[in-house]
């Protein structure tokens, strides 16, 4: 079964568009929700969120977990086409050591 | 710290060879992963290890998988006979404690041909 859905799976927007993406995720013993932004090579990460209601903001991205709703979304302002990757988001739990289940990706691409 | 490095960072062999790949974690990070990316199935995690241990190995797809960690500084992960349908990017990654952040290495495109 699915545990961790990333919504939508691909997104064409033109520069200085506001992007949101969601993941939601179905597991037992949830510990963290990563993002982490993948380009030509590795993933690399952008934020990890436990505690629900909180925002992380880094530059012109941003991202909260709602633990009622079982999901997290990653907000990209004034977007840029370097901002042009597959966007991974995923849940770690606590009886898994530190194991991730990671979605399914979101392919952005940022046209000029 | 140079992160974690992975080796080869490309490898094409014929149907039947034997690969291995190669992965030196961050210094100091107790856990150890082995993730297969494709374009069909994402990334999906094979093994991981904690302080040399595998934990978990029900992501190894077959018995031609095979991961060790001999060390605290170097894993492998060999496939022996190598098929077509193992082609992918291999990722090792490695993180120092439950809920951090898991840093990747740079990742092995494997083509068999």
């Known amino acids: 079964e699915d545990k961790v859905v990333q919504s939508p799976l691909s997104l064409v927007v033109h520069e200085g568009d506001t992007v949101t993406l969601n993941c939601s995720y179905e597991v037992t013993n949830f510990r963290s929700l990563l993002w982490y932004k993948q380009e030509k090579k590795a993933p690399t990460f952008l934020f990890m969120l436990t505690s629900s209601g909180i925002e992380k903001k880094s530059g012109r991205l941003s991202s909260i977990l709602d633990k009622k709703e079982l999901s997290s979304i990653l907000n990209i302002t004034a977007t840029q086409t370097g901002d042009s990757a597959i966007y991974l988001c995923?849940?770690?739990?606590?009886?898994?050591?530190?194991?991730?289940?990671f979605g399914g990706g979101t392919r952005l691409m940022v046209k000029p | 710290d140079a992160g974690v490095i992975q080796s080869p960072r490309h490898e094409v062999t014929e149907m039947g060879q034997e690969v291995t790949l190669r992965c030196k974690p961050i210094s100091g990070h107790d856990y150890l992963f082995w993730y297969r990316q494709t374009m069909m199935r994402g990334l999906e995690l094979l093994i991981y290890f904690n302080n040399n241990v595998p934990i978990d190995d029900s992501g190894m797809p077959e018995d031609r998988f095979s991961a060790k960690m001999p060390n605290a500084s170097f894993s492998t992960l060999k496939i022996q006979p190598s098929e077509p349908r193992d082609s992918a990017v291999y990722f090792c990654?490695?993180?120092?404690?439950?809920?951090?952040?898991?840093?990747f290495g740079s990742g092995t495109r494997l083509t068999v041909v």
């Open positions: 990654a490695s993180s120092f404690s439950p809920g951090a952040g898991v840093a």
């Open positions: 995923a849940v770690g739990e606590n009886n898994a050591g530190n194991m991730l289940t």
